[in-house]
């Protein structure tokens, strides 16, 4: 049977770092490291997707007030905001070479729909990417993925809002009028929630080991807990220090070309 590695490795206060590693985690797994799950959070941030504009997508001068890092991420997908209540996960695997977007959603994605499911609730997938449970007869979002594959290669990443303050997601990020008409509501606060209040007694721990058991299952793997290699981290500083750190990558939007270590 496979191993599968998962990291328990984050920098909550340096959201320009733990997106420059997942940057480097996709590298390594592309280059040979091994199937690879991290669970990672961040303080106070916004994170944006690769082909999204800073100001279209986040409340600047709100975000600036409150202390709140703006980063963008390789993958696409929409913007999202991460405080210590906003579990991030990351499955990275070799798979097949023309899997592409689908085997990214319809497969990698179910091994967190699974987990949900294991924790007893309702989940499902919708609009591709997100990821909702149902609470009577309403649906709620509770996490958004986005991913990338490349060479055979392929990293999705997502959220979990576990209890994070959904006063500040709706103050900070910019949400089109018409999306929220599409979901019947009027604000974003309205169409997400936390898991905690769903009184279900789920915290942390207990989604790490759902999460890990059903990604095993799904990959037909064994866990076991590891550290990033150093070539990881060596590769990780250097895009931080070179991309990552960089309004040009964050606000502007600069070409991957433009900052290769």
């Not at 591709?128 to 709620?140: H, K, L, M, P, Y």
């Not at 958004?144 to 103050?171: C, I, M, P, Q, W």
């Not at 905690?196 to 915290?203: E, F, H, I, R, Y």
Request: net charge positive; glycine share 6%; aromatic share 12%.
């Amino acid at each position: 049977m496979k191993e599968l590695r998962v990291l328990l490795y984050e920098s909550p206060d340096n959201p320009y770092y733990s997106l420059a590693f997942e940057e480097a985690l996709f590298r390594s797994v592309r280059n040979g490291a091994p199937p690879t799950l991290r669970f990672w959070r961040h303080s106070n941030a916004v994170i944006i997707g690769y082909f999204q504009k800073a100001e279209e997508e986040v409340n600047i001068d709100y975000a600036r007030r409150m202390n709140i890092a703006v980063v963008r991420r390789f993958t696409g997908g929409g913007a999202v905001y991460h405080d210590l209540g906003c579990l991030l996960w990351t499955i990275a695997t070799k798979g097949p070479e023309k899997g592409g977007v689908s085997y990214l959603y319809d497969h990698l994605l179910e091994g967190f729909v699974n987990a949900l499911r294991r924790l007893g609730f309702n989940a499902y997938r919708e609009n591709v990417n997100d990821v909702v449970v149902s609470v009577g007869d309403r649906a709620f979002k509770v996490s958004g993925a986005a991913g990338s594959f490349r060479e055979g290669a392929y990293l999705l990443h997502g959220t979990l809002l576990l209890d994070t303050n959904l006063e500040v997601l709706s103050k900070v990020l910019k949400v089109s009028k018409a999306k929220l008409a599409d979901k019947k509501v009027s604000e974003v606060k309205y169409r997400v929630i936390n898991l905690s209040s769903l009184g279900a007694g789920v915290d942390y721990s207990k989604v790490v080991k759902a999460v890990v058991e059903s990604y095993s299952e799904l990959l037909d793997s064994n866990p076991y807990l590891d550290l990033p290699s150093k070539d990881e981290v060596e590769l990780a500083r250097r895009l931080y220090e070179v991309k990552y750190s960089k309004p040009e990558w964050n606000l502007l939007r600069f070409p991957h070309s433009y900052f290769e270590p």
